[in-house]
């Protein structure tokens, strides 16, 4: 095919895309309620990220999360999805767009929840179960499949450098500007896109040639080192970038994120009556969001 028809074809694809997200935009809802102060436990407890916020920091965050599931389905598939699970997808959708309050995922309508891994055929039984998260396209265009066992391992295990959930919510955000290429034109201003295409390339080199610590993975393809490197900023920031420093700057370029300057504190920390509350506000828990829980009316 000629380069021109090349072009001409890119171009009304990322028309379309532009057309489709403009019109659901429109759609888009906003929260109007206070952020329950149950949910902001379960975050607490469970969303490192979040603990390293600020308090006004976390009440954008807290909003972000609201919105996000006021507009996307979370649907379980044979499992039950329960409040945390729904609170730690939104997490995973938020944590790379944060720097982005008015970012909206208008390419996402639901994400479906599967008990394990599955494999090509969307099975979650038999052999051959691989996959723990997928992207749709075709007739699944606008859906995610997470498994819900990587879903909460991501926030489990901090130091694995590794987050499914996010992978794939990454995924969707190079997919915003109709390419899947690992060039988040939606982020990235246009004169860091070529320096950025040549770092991929020459850290995918460094996998194949066995001298470098990232998820071997992100060596299939551009999209794949994309989502790869950015589990591995959000979840290890410290050790990326003492190890890859230039790739460390890129992804804080990409983000508008300075993810050293987060205090990724422990999730699942208990918090009892004493404990400063999770809020923010430099009170005690069992006078704060913990109020209803220790003085409880009769």
Known sequence: MHPI???VNVAFVAFLVWSLNRKRKSKWKLPANHFPKEQRVILAQEVAFYNGLEAQEKKQFEFKVSEFLLNVRITGIQTQVTLPDKLLVASSAIIPIFAFPKWQYTNIQEVLIYPDSFNAEFRFEGPNRSILGMVGTGYMEGKMILSKSALRHGFENESDKKNTAIHEFVHLIDKADGLVDGVPRALLEKQYAIPWVDLMQKKIEEIYEKSSDINPYGATNKAEFFSVTSEYFF?????????????????????????LTHEL??????????????????????????????????
């Open 5 to 7: 028809f090349i072009l």
């Open 265 to 298: 504190s422990t999730p699942n920390a208990r918090i009892s009556r004493n404990s400063r509350c999770p809020c923010g506000s430099k009170k005690k828990f069992k006078i704060c969001c913990g109020e209803e829980h220790y003085f409880k009316k009769t």
């Open 235 to 259: 979840e290890c920031p410290k050790l990326l970038e003492r190890k890859h420093p230039e790739l460390y700057a890129a992804l804080e370029k990409i983000f508008n994120q300075d993810m």
